[in-house]
């Protein structure tokens, strides 16, 4: 299928996505969220076809530079409503598909970027890299996530910070604050890196990765008490499954398992 704010390539199980509107700075239109989330779900039903995921912008400049200004400028109240509410979805898809996501960031992850990107199950980052909340300077608030989710990376007083001020995060704060996982001197190398780990993963069990994932996720809700739980449920699931079965005796066997996803 053909896209027109969007480029997908698939390879290998590995299905990389290019935020492709260069001249806006890859910002986030409808148009552009509406094609996230239909490549999205299907990923949620292809039955683990596709077993990673790499997210990246075209050029070097911006990974995404926002959500678009222009096109908010026009919104009323509802209408923003229903924008956010598609940007979130969005955000969220990225956040529960079964599969890993790798935020690739060159240039600008500025606003809708950053959020973005931290849907994503982690993020790596060329040098030119720049993250930052800017909202506030449009007398906006973040709108597709990053009140929730920058408290995650970076704990609640500096997103406090970042959010009430605006300002932009370079690299080597990006990477100090956890923000982002690995640095890269060239969008190649990035992207070489990305597929390298989507590579090393897609070599698990995907069942046993999905179960990671989820169990991460639902973990994000609570204390230690109930995360807990939440683990000793997942442990206990996946011994019904023939790939820990697999798993276990290969080992024991001294050979190299051989997972179905089953
Ligand atoms: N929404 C819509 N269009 C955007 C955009 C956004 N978030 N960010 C950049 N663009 C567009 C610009 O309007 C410009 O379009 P034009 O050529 O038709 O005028 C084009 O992308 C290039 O941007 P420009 O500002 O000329 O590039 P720059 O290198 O001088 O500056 C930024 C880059 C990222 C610093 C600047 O574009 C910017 O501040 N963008 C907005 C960032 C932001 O506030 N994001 C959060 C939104 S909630």
Redesign the pocket.
């Known amino acids: 299928m053909s896209y027109e704010t969007i480029k997908t390539e698939r390879n290998n199980g590995l299905l990389e996505i290019t935020i492709n509107r260069p ?3 890859n ?1 986030l ?1 409808e148009t552009v969220l509406k094609e996230l989330k239909v490549v999205l779900e299907e990923v949620k039903s292809d039955g683990f076809e596709t077993k990673g995921i790499l997210i990246t912008g075209e050029g070097d ?2 990974f995404i ?8 400028s026009e919104m009323t109240p509802d209408q923003a409503e229903g924008f956010g509410s598609l940007g979130q979805g969005v955000s969220r898809l990225f956040e529960t598909v079964p599969v890993p996501v790798i935020a690739c960031v060159n240039g ?1 992850a ?4 950053c959020e973005m990107a931290m849907s994503c199950d982690f993020i790596y980052a060329t040098k030119n890299a720049l993250f930052g909340q ?2 506030v ?2 007398a ?1 608030i ?2 597709f996530g990053g009140t929730q989710r920058l408290r995650r990376f970076v704990g609640i007083a500096r997103s406090r910070e970042l959010i009430y001020t605006g300002r932009n995060v370079k690299i080597d704060e990006a990477e100090k604050i956890g923000l982002v996982s690995r640095v890269f001197e060239s969008k190649d190398e990035m992207l070489s890196a990305a597929r390298e780990t989507l590579g090393i993963v897609a070599s698990k069990s995907p069942l046993i990765i999905a179960k990671c994932k989820e169990v991460i996720n639902q973990g994000e809700c609570c204390g230690i008490e109930s995360g807990l739980e939440i683990e000793k449920s997942g442990f206990k699931s996946v011994f019904s499954t023939a790939d820990t079965k697999e798993g276990l005796s290969a080992f024991l066997e001294k050979r190299k398992p051989e997972f179905t996803g089953k």
């Open positions: 001249d806006k700075l910002a239109n400049k911006a530079a926002g959500a678009d200004i222009k096109a908010m600008f500025l606003g809708g970027g800017p909202e300077n449009l906006l973040p709108g």
